[in-house]
């Protein structure tokens, strides 16, 4: 099955600066990465995809990198801000019509005032 | 739309008691799904539903069953507790099929076992 490997699994940066986190995966035949936010205390939500057929993807603060040829994809937040302080999960999914999706391990983002 | 709901928030049992995790969703999705959430291990696929009436291994069912009672209801049920499945459970739905694939998650489910 599909293996998603993710790192740091914390990070620590100053506000305004940005931030990067990375993700792996094992399964050539997967198409679809999205990453999801998860603030203390709530459930995981949905900030931003991609898909195989796609290089990068951007959302205002957000973009998502994907590198195909060597498995890997990427999460940036730049100019950061105190409300991006939460855990950040990877994750990947070969579709299928199934969406099933396996993740990371999570990085706990702290945004230093 | 309440999206996805779950009950209980909280629950504390005994090892060998029994209980049922409930989950529905009112956005008309297909699939949903049932993950457990550990420190340092992220969320792991516990059971799916594809669809109405289909119910599938996710990577850690030991321990599980599932019914998918109907479109809106997925319920989990652990039938002999053990302090390892002490965890909090997440239950999601997405719309099969689609462009998105987006995950919804429920509020989650706090469950201790002693």
């Known amino acids: 099955g599909e293996n998603v490997e993710q790192h740091p699994s914390t990070l620590s940066v100053q506000e305004g600066d940005s931030a990067v986190i990375k993700c792996t995966y094992s399964?050539?035949?997967?198409?679809?990465f999205p990453w999801y936010k998860q603030e203390l205390g709530k459930r995981p939500q949905l900030i931003i995809d991609?898909?195989?057929n796609v290089g990068e993807k951007k959302d205002q603060r957000i973009a998502v990198t994907l590198n195909k040829t060597a498995k890997h994809f990427s999460l940036h937040i730049t100019e950061t801000q105190p409300e991006d302080s939460a855990v950040y999960f990877c994750a990947a999914s070969w579709g299928g019509g199934n969406e099933k999706l396996t993740f990371g391990t999570g990085t706990r983002l702290t945004i230093i005032p | 739309n309440a999206g996805v709901t779950q009950t209980p928030k909280f629950q504390v049992l005994k090892t060998g008691q029994s209980m049922t995790l409930q989950c529905a969703q009112d956005m008309n999705h297909n699939s949903m799904y049932w993950y457990r959430q550990d420190p340092g291990m992220g969320l792991r696929l516990i059971y799916y539903s594809a669809s109405e009436g289909t119910t599938d291994k996710g990577e850690v069912p030991n321990g599980y069953n599932v019914s998918r009672l109907n479109k809106r209801e997925f319920s989990l049920r652990l039938e002999s507790a053990a302090p390892s499945q002490t965890s909090v459970y997440f239950c999601?739905?997405?719309?099969?099929?689609?462009?998105?694939?987006?995950?919804?998650f429920g509020p989650g489910t706090r469950l201790t076992v002693t």
């Open positions: 399964d050539s035949a997967s198409n679809y």
């Open positions: 999601a739905s997405s719309k099969r099929g689609q462009a998105s694939y987006e995950q919804y």
């Open positions: 991609i898909r195989s």
